[in-house]
């Protein structure tokens, strides 16, 4: 069973930055598709951004250009860069590997942008 770390979060002003790690188990990272997704308060979680095993991206449209998702094999990871992270930024972010067989979420980690 696939088990998904994420690390990374915080409180930060608007304007700043935050990157969460996401480190996953087992051997299937590598082929899997990886996505962050995120949850406010009393609202969906909403996609925030993926990445496929050869690297292509997709984001959400509000968080074009100011995120950016990466992934390094090697060591199982999955990070997701926020920059210039406003207050509606603020949610739960998890965590996401897809593989044919697989579904797997990490516990996720609390982004707050505030004063």
């Known amino acids: 069973q696939v088990q998904l770390v994420e690390s990374g979060g915080g409180l930060v002003q608007p304007g700043g930055s935050l990157r969460l790690s996401c480190v996953a188990s087992g051997s299937i990272f590598r082929i899997a598709v990886m996505g962050w997704y995120r949850q406010a308060p009393g609202k969906q979680r909403e996609l925030a951004a993926t990445?496929?095993?050869?690297?292509?991206?997709n984001y959400a449209d509000s968080m074009k250009g100011r995120f950016t998702i990466s992934r390094d094999n090697a060591k199982n990871t999955v990070f997701l860069q926020m920059n210039s992270l406003k207050p509606e930024d603020t949610a739960v972010y998890y965590c996401n590997l897809r593989t044919l067989g697989n579904d797997a979420w990490g516990q996720g980690t609390q982004v707050t942008v505030s004063l």
């Open positions: 990445i496929t095993s050869n690297g292509r991206t």
